[in-house]
């Protein structure tokens, strides 16, 4: 469709001490492959046609359209996974100093999150020492950053205004991906469903996942109580809390019946009942 695809590594790619070959029913581990054999495997899709590379990361530069550059951020290097070095820092630094000189907007992505989305996904889910780069993005008036890793739908914004959109995974029911509309002073953003036979089975697939942890960590409760968990578990998880309705009794009971549910339920709740899958957003340079 002509439609350009581009990459970077997630926590996984890389490294990975799961990496295997299949065949038939089964499987042999095989080797990770490294940064160099990533890049190379995936050379049509974003690498080759980079206006710049990090020569510290898997990191890169690409022109989307005229006057409109994107930053992928790679952060997960074997020295240091997870966390922005001082190199590619160094790096980042440049090209956005060279975007402004161009008169060039930029887009950034990354695979972790910039922002804290819920308090109980930072350690690991947030890019370490990432606090130094948001200051930068700001400084340099990125639009916006572009990230998952926790594969929930939500949408942040820093103290100073910068947001980040977090698209849910796909292959997570509801199966969603995020569309930006980029104007030069608007970012217009909303999600939409993939259309596809076994939707209906995947939805029913996160219930029972989610009604099945219920159980687990609740197993004196009743099954209206794990209704109420499933039910909030799918909102939020699609990034519509404002479909769900509060019920004050069962949420009390489902806290004080066991830790972990008490920590999500209020880390969920303290977000607020927002719609996270479409947002307008006002952007100055």
Same mark, same amino acid.
């Given at each position: 469709?002509?439609?350009? %695809? $581009?990459?970077?590594?997630?926590? @996984?790619?890389? *490294?990975?001490?799961? +990496?295997? &070959?299949?065949? !038939?029913?089964?499987?042999?581990?095989?080797e990770?492959?490294?940064?160099?054999?990533?890049?190379?495997?995936?050379?049509?899709?974003g690498?080759?046609?980079?206006?710049?590379?990090?020569?510290?990361s898997?990191?890169?530069?690409?022109?989307?359209?005229?006057?409109l550059?994107?930053?992928?951020?790679?952060v997960?290097?074997?020295?240091?996974?997870?966390t922005?070095?001082?190199?590619?820092f160094?790096?980042?630094?440049q090209q956005?100093?060279?975007?402004?000189q161009?008169?060039?907007?930029?887009?950034?992505?990354?695979?972790?999150?910039?922002?804290?989305?819920?308090?109980?996904?930072?350690d690991?889910?947030?890019?370490?020492?990432?606090?130094?780069?948001?200051?930068?993005?700001?400084?340099?008036? %990125? $639009?916006?950053?572009?990230?998952? @890793?926790?594969? *929930?739908?939500?949408? +942040?914004? &820093?103290?100073? !205004?910068?947001?980040?959109?977090?698209t849910?995974?796909?292959?997570?029911?509801?199966?969603?991906?995020?569309?930006?509309?980029?104007?030069?002073?608007?970012?217009?953003?909303?999600t939409?469903?993939?259309?596809?036979?076994?939707?209906?089975?995947?939805?029913?697939?996160?219930?029972?996942?989610?009604?099945?942890?219920?159980?687990?960590?609740?197993?004196d409760?009743?099954?209206?109580?794990?209704?109420?968990f499933?039910?909030?578990?799918?909102?939020?998880?699609?990034?519509?809390?404002?479909t769900?309705?509060?019920?004050?009794?069962?949420?009390?009971?489902?806290?004080?019946?066991?830790?972990?549910?008490?920590?999500?339920?209020?880390?969920?709740?303290e977000?607020?009942?927002?719609?996270?899958?479409?947002?307008?957003?006002?952007?100055?340079?």
């Amino acid at each position: 469709a002509g439609i350009p %695809v $581009l990459v970077i590594p997630g926590n @996984h790619d890389l *490294i990975s001490t799961m +990496a295997a &070959s299949f065949q !038939g029913r089964s499987y042999t581990l095989v080797e990770s492959v490294d940064a160099g054999q990533f890049a190379e495997i995936y050379g049509d899709f974003g690498y080759r046609e980079a206006l710049a590379r990090d020569k510290a990361s898997l990191s890169y530069v690409y022109e989307l359209s005229p006057g409109l550059r994107i930053l992928m951020l790679d952060v997960n290097t074997k020295e240091a996974p997870g966390t922005l070095t001082d190199d590619t820092f160094r790096w980042v630094r440049q090209q956005l100093k060279a975007a402004r000189q161009a008169g060039d907007l930029v887009l950034a992505a990354s695979h972790q999150t910039l922002l804290t989305h819920n308090r109980l996904f930072s350690d690991g889910y947030v890019i370490g020492k990432g606090s130094r780069l948001l200051e930068l993005y700001e400084e340099y008036g %990125v $639009l916006c950053n572009l990230s998952g @890793h926790i594969h *929930i739908q939500h949408i +942040a914004q &820093s103290q100073k !205004g910068l947001t980040e959109f977090v698209t849910s995974s796909l292959i997570t029911s509801p199966c969603q991906y995020g569309i930006l509309k980029v104007d030069p002073n608007e970012l217009d953003y909303h999600t939409e469903r993939i259309s596809f036979s076994h939707a209906a089975e995947a939805e029913q697939f996160f219930r029972d996942t989610a009604w099945r942890m219920a159980s687990q960590l609740l197993p004196d409760a009743d099954d209206e109580l794990y209704s109420h968990f499933t039910n909030l578990s799918v909102a939020y998880f699609s990034g519509r809390l404002d479909t769900h309705l509060k019920d004050e009794a069962l949420f009390k009971d489902s806290c004080a019946r066991d830790p972990f549910i008490g920590f999500y339920l209020q880390s969920i709740l303290e977000d607020g009942f927002q719609d996270h899958t479409q947002r307008k957003v006002t952007v100055g340079h």
